[in-house]
Structure formats: structure tokens, C-alpha cells
């Protein structure tokens, strides 16, 4: 037995005819087309948006407004901490700037104002630090321990 591709039919049962609306009230889907009587839904034209909900309150209305953390004017710095700097002293870096800490992994990247450096912890060697800024008992604990401070531009 042939077959060709002219005779090939889907499965009986498997498919169904397309609803033809709007062609006369016998057809049951005449007059308004399934559409129900007036308003904005049986309209030509009408989608629903997402923000509407008729008469009540939407919800971005009903919701708190929220405000941000983020201040337009505010510098922002990488900070790392003298705990830090004893552990690069240790290793036998006497001199440290940023690149140093990056290539020793101790910051992956630098924000936009520099580097400045806090007084967590104790440092005990001397070393030479290079940053944009130093809280003030950082820097007395860097001079303290025989080092060096110097402010990058």
C-alpha cells in the first residue's frame, strides 16, 4: 500500500473547527461575538493593563513608598584595615599602595575616590602605606610603629 504526503491526515478526534464568530445569531457566536453587552471589554481596541483594577486602589499605590540609601554626592572609597597591612608586612612588603593590595589579593577592585585605610586591628611593622586617606588613629598607629604615611592625589 502507497502513501503520499497528499494523504496524510491528523489523527480523528485530534483537531477541532475554528470558532467563526460574529456570523449571525444561529451560529451562537453572533451579534456581540461572544462579547457580552457594553462597557470598555467589549470594545474594539481594548487591552487590559497591568495597573489597572477598575475602581480599587492599584497596587503600586497601595504599596509604601520606599527610599534609597544612595546619596548623589557622597565619596566612595575601598577601605582596608591595618590588620591588613600587618599581614603584607609579614609577607616582606615594606612599601604598600593599591596596586600592591590588588596584586596580593586583598582588594579585587577600586572605587572611584581611592583607597583609605581604617585602624581595625594592630600593625607592628614598618612600613611605607600610599593611600587617598587615613583615619586618624590609622595614622598614628602607621607613625607609631616607625612608618610612613603618604596621601595620594
Do not use: W
Request: glycine fraction near 12%; proline fraction near 4%; include cysteine.
Amino acid at each position: 500500500m502507497a502513501s503520499s504526503v497528499s494523504a496524510i491526515r491528523p489523527k480523528k478526534g485530534s483537531t477541532r473547527r475554528k470558532i467563526r464568530r460574529g456570523r449571525g445569531i444561529p451560529s451562537g457566536h453572533g451579534k456581540t461575538s461572544g462579547r457580552g453587552h457594553r462597557g470598555q471589554k467589549c470594545r474594539s481596541g481594548y487591552s487590559a493593563k497591568p495597573h489597572k483594577e477598575g475602581g480599587q486602589t492599584p497596587l503600586y499605590r497601595r504599596l509604601p513608598k520606599r527610599q534609597t540609601n544612595e546619596r548623589p554626592n557622597r565619596k566612595v572609597y575601598s577601605v582596608v584595615n591595618l590588620s591588613d597591612l600587618q599581614k603584607l608586612a609579614d609577607a616582606g612588603i615594606n612599601e604598600i599602595d593599591v596596586i600592591t593590595l590588588i596584586e596580593n589579593g586583598v582588594l579585587k577592585s577600586v572605587e572611584s575616590h581611592g583607597l583609605k585605610v581604617l585602624a581595625s586591628g594592630a600593625i607592628k611593622s614598618k612600613v611605607n602605606v600610599i593611600a587617598s586617606k587615613f583615619s586618624t588613629s590609622a595614622e598614628e598607629a602607621i607613625k607609631a610603629a616607625g612608618g610612613s604615611v603618604t596621601v595620594a592625589a
